[in-house]
């Protein structure tokens, strides 16, 4: 019986995609004009075209934001955006070869920024003309990048990564899975943000605060020369919350907290929110009147979700593949393969085909990347020796395919970034028992406390050779930890910092207490929805920095309902 | 839903002042932070104004039939202005730094709260308080560095003035019947093979303003705006690429003839289409006729835009100011001669008609508060006056309620709506005649006809370059499509230099971009003759580059 109903659904979902498949005007368009584009352009000129891929973003999203009890902003839009990606010469070399040397320093040299175009909806002949335009444009321009490409190859020194400017593999895959547009009861949403939002109006220290609801429909359509014809989607549904406070010695603070979900029933409840938000205006409250943080260095935990976000920008930014071939980045981990880059307790991955995590949906979940190439698990580290990187088409010596990490949003190259980067540990105790370690840690490096990172508000990492290979993590929430048994004190305006190998080997015990970050991050290649997930770790050591004031004073009046 | 949601918000927006919630907040508001906002030891500010806009609006495009988007856009914002020091010298009207190039301004929550309203405008104020003591101490500095002796204050002292319209009523949108419309219409571009790309957009929005300042002026006003422009892309034969639009506006959709409006898209659908295959020039020097836009946008860029926008603000980097403000040009002629004799100017923004065409640049209120009147410019040729906000300047006293701003920028003087009117004037073809005349006598094989040129001019000319030109050949009278030139030093004296104009008049709506580099555009009207002729005008072949043609041939085409 099991076995005749899993051969029904089956058959039907065959039909429902031939049907879909068929009638989808956009893929069919962009089907048609790049065979006719392919076909007369590779070898219109003496430079062969040699692959040409187009990438289209369906998008239908609506936001909804609240302040003090009533509707902020409302939106609506829908719109499909178009790319094209033309790449002339061979494999081994073409017009996307970073130029080098003194042309390198042009801003424009290397940009990742490409034309973008919008599409009429459901007319073939409509998104024919517009992709035939933007086609003309980038293969000229191609063209001409190719021949300084060439040039710039010749009159600089040799590359050390010799191993060409994209992957022999070729993507044919044929896929039809579009995101269904979800139905959110937009009255029943109101209500809820206009109720949560009014709590913030109780305290007369928040200076600003908001609520707000953005959903995205995406449905991404790849067709290539190598004969993919992809359509995949994905829904992306986000609560945030927001509030900002002002300190009498002149210090922005702020505050806030996302929900991912992609169904209505994966939604937070209100009172979940409710109580996030109580939660969060007393931290705001006690950071204010707290200490500023000293630059100090010492032991701390830095807890699950703050720690994932360390992971995401410290790790996962410098084990992009494109990084380790560029001439002009700091390749960190380049030539580091079998070796031990942090504690053995420690395994990394980044896996987009993982839906959830206990339960919690992962912004980072995908199944075709924007090149094409189904997405696969890439293992980073392995009982604390690197072991590969995040790659797209874009070979290394080593590592001559993708493993489906080539992502971007609209108007940008491709670049190689993470989906779910995930960190298991095999040092895993109890949260309590990891603060008593603290404890321990700050005995015996004779310092007079230690600090547990509460909340971050994210990151970044300087991966470019010019600069300092450094990190800083955003600190948003942290209380001291005294060896004597005094109670914890929460301090503010301090950033963690340091350089990641260093940063590494002071990590000694994990939580096991592995919580999610969901987030959107921001690199060459655009805004791409990312997760990471980690337990709270422990440092012997770490490093932190004052951060910068606004310097500007309190307001002069009281918000005006509490001028009475 | 959506467009129950916009008439709840137009509904929601239409009690009288006396219970409107966001005017009602802004005068609470206003009234605390005049009294109270001062820092120990430093100035009060001795004047404030508070400028929130509502908007709705309505957004489809199309291309080739086919919907592209199709958007509705709901928005609450506004603007400060707080002043420091007083009339004859305070804090306004200087940039020290590239943030103060514009106003402090914040989104508003869409709905109707008295507390939630206040609250963005009690942030703001905080704001520009602060901002307005640094910047005054900065200016006052600015002064004594450079010894200027010339103050001639920063605000005009006017009465205060109260101003409520009464909401009107907004016929109900068909959204169904407009976005059927861009459809077909942009479907017209389907029969023209030179045009490689095209796009028709149309806007309808809705805008309540609400203002008030410290003096006691508060109004209150609702206006729309219908329009529908086109865009296209064509490459000649050349290989030049010329990107251009064409833009009909009006203040209500009910104004528009969409059968009209189709046959002139389809009209400028097929003349650019046509200039595909235009002949070469090399240099050119004599008599020309400007046409339709042509003749709007020649009257707007040669003088309009050039006695806008007086003063320019201060400027500590002072060099780096005409990259980012407009710096009118003929302001310092008044009194002179710029016109023919026959030509004489006025503006009236108290107008909204002329023969039954809508005139989008009236208004019953200047954006600081000021009424308007007919105000002569321009008699028997001799400028009278410039437009004027209430920032004073040498005899200007006064502001002529041309005071100006989107909530992108600093209001500055701009024109409402502008009648150029001739007293010498004669019919098209008897303009012709003359034109064909001119040529003969300066013994040229050809003279020019030109129908549409650019928006914005380039290098520093004072003047956009024609987008749409003909040769008018002398003995067959034969009008032939001209390859991309340019203008070769038009200045002034084409002013000057107009010989004679049509008899028929024509309303020129165009929304004029503000000066600031960071503003918006503003409604406005000139009415002028439909054809002028010039006496000489210099046109060479152009300077720019061309492009290789498309590789492969249009697929609806091929």
């Known amino acids: ?564 | 839903m959506k467009i129950k949601l916009i008439i709840l918000l137009i509904l929601g927006s239409c009690p009288l002042f006396s219970e409107d919630i966001v005017l009602n907040a802004m005068k609470d508001e206003m009234k605390r932070n005049i009294s109270k906002l001062q820092f120990e030891n430093l100035n009060k500010p001795y004047f404030i104004s508070y400028s929130i806009y509502d908007s709705t609006s309505y957004f489809v495009s199309a291309s080739l039939g086919s919907i592209k988007q199709d958007n509705f856009y709901i928005s609450r914002d506004g603007k400060v202005d707080i002043r420091i020091g007083n009339k004859d010298f305070d804090s306004s009207n200087f940039i020290s730094n590239f943030d103060d190039y514009k106003p402090l301004r914040r989104n508003f929550p869409i709905e109707d709260d008295y507390d939630a309203i206040r609250k963005v405008l009690w942030l703001l104020s905080d704001d520009g308080y602060k901002a307005a003591l640094e910047k005054y101490s900065q200016k006052d500095a600015y002064r004594k560095k450079k010894d200027i002796k010339e103050i001639y204050g920063d605000l005009t002292e006017e009465n205060p003035v109260v101003h409520i319209e009464k909401e009107p009523e907004f016929p109900q949108f068909d959204f169904n019947k407009y976005k059927e419309w861009v459809k077909k219409v942009s479907n017209i571009f389907r029969k023209y093979k030179n045009i490689q790309d095209s796009d028709v957009n149309l806007n309808y929005s809705i805008l309540t303003k609400r203002f008030v300042n410290s003096e006691g002026t508060f109004y209150k006003t609702y206006s729309s705006q219908f329009s529908v422009s086109v865009y296209i892309q064509i490459q000649n034969e050349t290989g030049y690429k010329i990107n251009d639009s064409k833009d009909f506006i009006y203040n209500s959709f009910l104004s528009s003839d969409l059968t009209k409006t189709e046959q002139q898209i389809e009209n400028y659908a097929r003349t650019i289409n046509d200039s595909y295959k235009g002949e070469k020039i090399d240099y050119y020097v004599g008599p020309a006729i400007f046409e339709d836009d042509a003749a709007g946008e020649f009257f707007n860029q040669l003088f309009v835009r050039n006695i806008s926008f007086n003063p320019k603000p201060w400027a500590e980097k002072d060099e780096w100011l005409k990259y980012y403000y407009d710096i009118p040009k003929l302001t310092e002629r008044l009194g002179k001669r710029i016109f023919p004799a026959f030509i004489s100017v006025y503006d009236n923004p108290l107008v909204s008609l002329y023969n039954g065409i809508d005139l989008t640049g009236s208004y019953k209120i200047d954006d600081e508060g000021v009424k308007p009147e007919k105000l002569e410019i321009v008699k028997k040729g001799k400028l009278l006056n410039i437009y004027s906000s209430r920032i004073p300047y040498k005899d200007i006293k006064k502001s002529n309620a041309h005071g100006r701003g989107s909530l992108y920028s600093f209001i500055s003087p701009s024109a409402g709506n502008v009648f150029i009117n001739s007293e010498k004037t004669f019919t098209h073809n008897e303009l012709i005649e003359k034109l064909i005349n001119m040529g003969k006598e300066q013994d040229l094989d050809y003279v020019l006809v030109i129908k549409k040129i650019g928006r914005t001019s380039e290098n520093e000319k004072l003047i956009g370059d024609p987008i749409i030109a003909y040769k008018l050949d002398i003995k067959t009278k034969k009008e032939i499509p001209l390859d991309v030139s340019e203008f070769d030093g038009i200045g002034f004296r084409a002013l000057r230099d107009i010989m004679a104009t049509d008899n028929m008049y024509l309303v020129y709506n165009f929304n004029q971009k503000e000066p600031f580099y960071s503003g918006n555009y503003i409604p406005t009207s000139i009415i002028c003759p439909k054809t002028i002729l010039i006496q000489e005008v210099e046109l060479k072949k152009t300077e720019k580059k061309t492009e290789k043609k498309p590789y492969l041939k249009n697929p609806y085409f091929n």
């Open chain 1, 1 to 564: 019986m099991k076995g005749i109903l899993v051969g029904l659904s089956f058959l039907l979902s065959q039909n429902l995609y031939c049907e879909e498949y068929n009638k989808d005007a956009l893929l069919e368009s962009m089907s048609e004009e790049l065979t006719r584009s392919y076909q007369n352009l590779k070898n219109a000129e003496k430079s062969p075209l040699y692959f040409i891929q187009y990438e289209a973003w369906d998008e239908k999203s609506f936001w909804i934001s609240s302040n003090l009890g009533v509707i902020n902003n409302e939106d609506e839009s829908a719109q499909i955006t178009l790319s094209a990606d033309i790449r002339i010469g061979n494999r081994h070399l073409d017009n996307t070869h970073e130029i080098k040397g003194k042309e390198g320093r042009n801003w424009e040299a290397n940009s990742k920024e490409i034309e973008t175009i919008i599409a009429p909806f459901n007319d073939k002949d409509a998104i024919k003309v517009k992709l035939w335009n933007l086609t003309d444009r980038a293969y000229k321009d191609a063209l001409n990048k190719y021949l300084k490409v060439e040039m710039n190859k010749q009159v600089t020194a040799e590359e050390e990564d010799k191993s060409g400017d994209f992957t022999d593999e070729k993507t044919t895959d044929n896929f039809y899975e579009r995101a269904k547009e979800l139905k959110f009861d937009k009255e029943k949403i109101r209500k809820i943000l206009k109720s949560l939002s009014l709590k913030f109006k109780k305290y007369d220290f928040i200076l600003d605060s908001q609520i707000s609801f953005i959903y995205t429909n995406e449905n991404r359509y790849i067709v290539n020369s190598d004969g993919a014809k992809i359509v995949t989607g994905n829904n992306y549904g986000l609560i945030s919350f927001s509030l900002s406070a002002r300190t009498t010695d002149g210090m922005d603070l702020s505050r806030y907290k996302t929900y991912s979900f992609d169904s209505q029933d994966k939604m937070p409840t209100q009172d979940l929110i409710s109580l996030d938000i109580d939660k969060t205006i007393d931290e705001l409250k006690t950071t204010i009147s707290s200490p500023i943080q000293e630059p100090f260095s010492g032991p701390a935990i830095l807890e699950n979700r703050a720690a994932a976000v360390f992971w995401h920008e410290i790790f996962g930014h410098r084990v992009e593949g494109h990084r380790q071939k560029s001439e002009s980045e700091g390749q960190t981990f380049a030539k580091k393969i079998g070796e031990k880059i942090m504690p053995d307790f420690l395994t990394i991955y980044d896996d987009p085909n993982i839906y959830d995590f206990q339960g919690q949906f992962l912004r980072g979940y995908y199944k075709y990347d924007d090149e094409g190439v189904k997405a696969q698990r890439a293992v980073l580290v392995e009982n604390g020796i690197l072991k590969g990187f995040l790659m797209q088409r874009v070979p290394l010596e080593k590592f001559p395919s993708s493993n489906g990490h080539g992502r971007r949003s609209e108007g940008n190259m491709t670049v190689a970034r993470q989906g779910n980067l995930i960190v298991e540990s095999k040092n895993r105790v109890p949260y309590q028992k990891l603060r008593e370690l603290l404890i321990e840690e700050i005995k015996k490096s004779n310092k007079p406390y230690g600090l547990i990172i509460k909340d971050i508000a994210g990151g970044f990492t300087i991966t470019e050779r010019s600069l300092p290979q450094s990190y800083t993590v955003l600190v948003l929430y942290a209380l001291r930890v005294y060896p004597d048994g005094r109670p914890d004190e929460p301090v503010r305006g301090f950033n963690m910092i340091g350089t990641p190998l260093q940063t590494f080997q002071k990590i000694i015990y994990s939580g096991d207490d592995e919580d999610v970050f969901n987030g959107t991050c921001g690199a060459e290649s655009g805004w791409v929805p990312v997760s990471a997930v980690s337990p709270s770790l422990l440092f012997s050591e770490i490093e932190t920095e004052k951060v910068e004031k606004s310097n500007e004073k309190q307001p002069i009046l009281k918000p005006p309902y509490f001028d009475k």
